[in-house]
């Protein structure tokens, strides 16, 4: 109860003056009821992705609008992170605008060489 009483302050904090937070929940992998119950309890929002880059990442909104629950997985699938973001939109969701100039160099390279 003491993390879903950060989450409601949190969340109370972004919606009055705009102030994010973050919650580590890596200490709850040693409590997988207490884990399941906050999980419950949050429920599932609308959205959820799923992020591939150096590993999988979930990322879920809960029930509560700007209340994240995202989880980290290595490369053989085992969680090793887990996290609330309490924020409009998760870091992890934000693309790179310093990647664009790459990225249209790559797919004008394509777009030459006929691949689609």
Known sequence: ???FSEV???????????ITHSIDLRFLQSM???RAALTALLGRG???????SIGRSQVQ???IA?????????SEAEMVGELIEITDIPEILV????????CLKVLNASALHGIN
């Open 8 to 18: 409601k302050t949190s969340a109370l904090r972004l919606a009055e003056q705009g």
């Open 32 to 34: 997988p009821d207490e």
């Open 66 to 74: 700007c209340v994240w629950l995202i989880r980290h997985f290595n």
């Open 61 to 63: 909104e809960t029930a």
């Open 46 to 52: 609308e959205v959820s992705a799923e992020v591939n």
């Open 95 to 102: 693309s790179d605008r310093q990647a664009v100039a790459h």
């Open 1 to 3: 109860m003491a993390i």
